[in-house]
């Protein structure tokens, strides 16, 4: 008995433990939101305290003020947009066709596309620069969506996700009911992957939203900027305090951050499904 | 040559009439680069000018002898070292933690670990630089009320390395714990309980049953880890790009030294022979993997 209540005891004070580390890892994202809520004069205080004083919104009315944040958002919501669509469709597409088709140059395709996905695109990037340059399209939003129209992580795991969940005795009683292959591809099959389509539509924005690297080498117009872009530049501008800055850090995260919330067991599921990050 | 059947050929030409265009696109944005890359490093190859001379291995030597190149590939070791280690050995321990006494706060647990994953990493960056300030940081004044003075995390060289593997570590270890914990979970518990009934304590049948079936998936998650550490970027340049420092100039590392040779000094093939050297990291990485996997395991 007193064993048993030992044990619990343990067991209280490692749950315990465990929300503590916890805590820790959010506290970045709580500070930059409390930081984003208090008057600049706060911002001087040591120790700082944990929340603000006074509250107040202004920070965020003078990150808006100072720096198109309205355009960078929508310049996001466009890249971030356009490429879940492409990838979501060459993703279907080669994963359909590589699943449920036999012919030559089927298996070289598809080892190929394995071998490349983990090669890292910091790698590559200076080849695929030449090749947008070569296109005219440095410093534009096609220059800037182009290398986001695949992921080969992606037909990978539409490949993967047709072969679980789409049998080949449904694809011959179609095809027996007189339906042509383009409309079983199209209406028939992502009825069937509506979850993989999902999962894969979730990471592929998730990607491009948080992409850095890509944009900040292509594009030198602030005007094109997607809002992780703009608020790198932001951060080395000179009149932005900590306020300001954490306002429009805020404004940068919040939409993964909320949509993690909302969408958090079918963002984990997929994780763990699939090992994709 | 036998004559392909009308059905096979309208197959075919369905099969490849719809995987062209992607493959095509596969080609131009993967396949092409990376080999182009390789391409590139045996030219004096100029961004702007029209340079375009073929110089053997000359890029690749001297690069052997380039401080700018050897401080970056030491300091980017050092962050993917303490990155992976660290990364995987909290997420190991939280995992652990988690799937035998966890209870009902685990998946709360998941959240508030997972949350540093998705967030994107300029933000995130910018928070933990206010929290690392000098001056008005939190940390600094913590350490104060135990009596230590304020260190430099971001504008000293090496505690700017600290910072960064300790941010990299942030971002990194829900990912891996989420798959540890996935691998964790996997394991019948059967096993469990029959050890227990033959008298093996919580860290023998952890040490016995628990560890060893979870190596192939710590094999993985390290692999990527150390692969994705290798190419950090976005952290260093956001850390140290306030008004004062130019941006990323404070922690060399790779990308930013490949970044900084082909688009500063527009010197495209030493930046690609730079590119061909971490690529050489991945594959050493990759092998390891694929040797280590592909053992039976005892």
Same mark, same amino acid.
């Given at each position: 008995m007193g064993q048993l209540r030992r044990g619990r005891a343990i067991r209280l004070l490692i749950q315990i433990a465990l929300l503590a580390v916890g805590l820790v890892m959010v506290f970045p994202l709580f500070w930059l939101i409390s930081t984003s809520l208090?008057?600049?004069?706060?911002?001087?205080?040591?120790?700082?305290?944990?929340?603000?004083q006074h509250w107040t919104l202004d920070n965020y009315a003078s990150a808006f003020a100072a720096a198109p944040f309205g355009s960078w958002l929508i310049n996001s919501v466009i890249f971030a947009t356009v490429s879940t669509f492409f990838i979501l469709i060459t993703s279907s597409v080669a994963g359909y066709i590589l699943a449920k088709f036999r012919f030559p140059g089927n298996n070289f395709i598809f080892i190929l596309i394995l071998a490349t996905?983990?090669?890292?695109?910091e790698i590559y990037v200076l080849p695929v620069f030449l090749e947008v340059q070569a296109l005219s399209l440095i410093n534009t939003m096609p220059g800037l969506i182009l290398p986001y129209v695949i992921l080969s992580y992606g037909i990978f795991f539409m490949r993967q996700n047709v072969m679980a969940s789409v049998p080949d005795e449904l694809l011959d009683a179609s095809r027996m009911d007189g339906l042509s292959e383009t409309g079983i591809m199209v209406r028939l099959v992502p009825r069937l992957l509506a979850p993989a389509i999902s999962a894969l539509a979730i990471f592929a924005y998730l990607q491009s939203w948080t992409a850095f690297i890509w944009p900040l080498l292509v594009l030198n117009d602030p005007n094109l900027f997607p809002v992780q872009l703009g608020l790198a530049q932001f951060n080395s501008s000179?009149?932005?305090?900590y306020a300001v800055l954490s306002a429009g850090a805020v404004v940068a995260m919040a939409p993964t951050v909320i949509a993690f919330l909302v969408l958090r067991r079918r963002i984990i599921e997929g994780v763990t499904l699939t090992g994709f990050k | 040559m036998p004559p392909v059947p009308p059905r096979r050929r309208r197959v075919y030409l369905f099969a490849y009439g719809f995987l062209a265009p992607i493959i095509a696109l596969f080609a131009f944005l993967r396949i092409f680069p990376i080999i182009y890359t390789v391409f590139l490093a045996f030219f004096n190859w100029s961004l702007v000018g029209t340079d375009h001379t073929f110089v053997g291995l000359d890029n690749f030597t001297n690069l052997l002898g380039d401080p700018n190149f050897q401080t970056a590939f030491l300091n980017t070791t050092i962050i993917a070292i303490g990155t992976t280690v660290l990364s995987i050995g909290l997420a190991f321990f939280v995992a652990a933690v988690v799937a035998? $006494?966890?209870?009902?706060?685990g998946g709360l647990i998941e959240i508030l670990f997972f949350l540093p994953v998705v967030t994107p990493l300029v933000p995130a960056t910018l928070g933990w630089r206010s929290l690392l300030?000098?001056?008005?940081?939190l940390l600094n004044a913590i350490f104060g009320l135990f009596g230590i003075p304020n260190q430099a995390w971001t504008t000293d060289p090496t505690l700017a390395i600290v910072s960064i593997i300790a941010i990299s570590v942030w971002a990194q270890v829900g990912y891996n714990m989420i798959i540890l914990l996935v691998g964790m979970r996997s394991i019948p518990r059967l096993y469990m309980e029959a050890a227990a009934v033959d008298g093996a304590s919580t860290w023998r049948q952890f040490r016995h049953i628990t560890f060893p079936l979870m190596v192939p998936i710590l094999l993985f998650v390290t692999v990527i880890t150390t692969i994705q550490a290798y190419n950090v970027f976005t952290q260093v340049f956001v850390l140290a790009?306030?008004?004062?420092?130019?941006? $990323?100039?404070?922690v060399r590392v790779l990308v930013y030294d490949i970044f900084q040779n082909g688009?500063?000094?527009?010197n495209f093939g030493y930046a690609a022979a730079e590119a061909v050297y971490l690529f050489l990291v991945v594959i050493v990485l990759m092998l390891i993997q694929f040797r280590l996997f592909n053992r039976p395991t005892d």
């Open positions: 208090r008057p600049a004069p706060e911002l001087l205080e040591s120790p700082p305290a944990l929340l603000p996905a983990i090669v890292p695109f000179v009149s932005v305090n | 035998y $006494g966890g209870g009902k706060i300030d000098y001056q008005h940081g790009s306030d008004v004062q420092g130019a941006p $990323g100039y404070l688009f500063r000094y527009f």
